[in-house]
């Protein structure tokens, strides 16, 4: 079983679009991130959210709005998408706040043509 | 910037050796953890060593933490081909986790 699952594993558009990507944790954990990584590997943290309630909102353009149904899911929606967008942006869950073990889905390569 | 600094950034060894990734970090941290990263996947949490530890083992890796000198090491021991990846030390004080810039760390068998 899929720990955590994001969708779709590549999304491919142009500039100015806008899109969604869904992220899913079957861990029961309460806490849950958004990160993107880019061309060289660094790692950086968009946002998280503990118990559908937005904890970390760290300088991300406002195009970015991230939405949480439940605390099963966190999902990420991408407005008027820019070249600088491209990158993988991974999902990630944990217990609870901050300083615990983090599981990561398998990212979203997203590609800006 | 907080961002923790791995070295070296590229690690190339024959398979059977032991590999060695540094992390020094700037703030003071409740714990650090390790992470490995596979080509095309997410990252996989390895091991957590909280400030007041110096050591900790689990099976072929051992980190240690010297928090006087805000830095952490990595041994991978007897090292396989399975064991090519990039691996990132994380932190956490009053933050949220602190990622590291990652060795990419290559066993040739």
């Known amino acids: 079983d899929t720990a955590v699952s994001q969708t779709p594993k590549y999304l491919v558009t142009q500039m100015g679009n806008d899109k969604s990507i869904k992220c899913e944790q079957n861990l029961g954990h309460d806490t849950m991130y958004w990160y993107k990584q880019d061309s060289k590997k660094f790692l950086k943290i968009m946002f998280s959210?503990?118990?559908?309630?937005?904890?970390i909102n760290e300088t991300v353009p406002n195009r970015f709005s991230p939405k949480s149904p439940d605390k099963a899911h966190l999902n990420l929606h991408i407005n008027s998408l820019e070249l600088g967008d491209s990158a993988v942006y991974f999902c990630?869950?944990?217990?609870?706040?901050?300083?615990?073990?983090?599981?990561f889905g398998d990212g979203t390569r997203l590609s800006i043509l | 910037s907080q961002q923790g600094e791995e070295d070296p950034q590229a690690l190339s060894i024959q398979e059977g050796e032991n590999a060695t990734m540094n992390c020094s970090y700037k703030t003071s941290i409740n714990n650090l953890q390790w992470y490995r990263q596979n080509s095309g996947r997410g990252l996989v949490h390895l091991i957590l060593i909280r400030s007041n530890e110096r050591e900790k083992h689990s099976g072929r890796l051992r980190v240690t933490l010297d928090t006087s000198k805000k830095s952490s090491s990595l041994l991978i021991t007897a090292s396989r081909a399975a064991d090519t990846a990039s691996y990132f030390c994380?932190?956490?004080?009053?933050?949220?986790?602190?990622f590291g810039k990652g060795t990419r760390l290559s066993v040739i068998a």
């Open positions: 990630a869950s944990s217990e609870t706040r901050s300083n615990q073990p983090q599981h």
């Open positions: 959210y503990n118990n559908k309630e937005l904890i």
């Open positions: 994380a932190y956490s004080g009053n933050t949220p986790l602190v």
